[in-house]
Nanobody
Framework: QVRLVDSGGGLVQAGGSLRLSCTTS????????WGWFRRAPGKDREFVAG????????LYRDAVKGRFTISRDNANSTAYLDMNSLKPDDTAVYYC???????????????????WGQGTQVTVSS
């Protein structure tokens, strides 16, 4: 059973940076398509960034383009989300998601992911 553990959240001032990590357990190796989602208070969960199974085709929601970067380390079955120039509107619980289904498309919808992290809180103060 694959489990995801996301970490790296915290409290940061506007303009600051954080790196979120998502590690896997329960599998010795594996290639995944990755996604990062977030849920702000009173709002629905939303797609933030994603990579396809081949590690390419990075997609971002418009609000984070140019500020966030998604990446992965296949050797360690780990994904990252580097967040720069953070804004108060980025405040949310961030969740990593993964699927081992091979494909070229980046999965934008949460139902397309098999595995989920428990979430890590990111708070950006103004």
């Amino acid at each position: 059973q694959v489990r995801l553990v996301d970490s790296g959240g915290g409290l940061v001032q506007a303009g600051g940076s954080l790196r979120l990590s998502c590690t896997t357990s329960g599998c010795t190796s594996g290639t995944f398509a990755w996604g990062w989602f977030r849920r702000a208070p009173g709002k629905d969960r939303e797609f933030v960034a994603g990579l396809n199974w081949f590690g390419g085709g990075a997609l971002y929601r418009d609000a984070v383009k140019g500020r966030f970067t998604i990446s992965r380390d296949n050797a360690n079955s780990t994904a990252y989300l580097d967040m720069n120039s953070l804004k108060p509107d980025d405040t949310a619980v961030y969740y990593c998601a993964a699927t081992d289904v091979k494909g070229l498309r980046v999965n934008l919808h949460p139902t397309l992911y098999k595995y989920w992290g428990q979430g890590t809180q990111v708070t950006v103060s103004s």
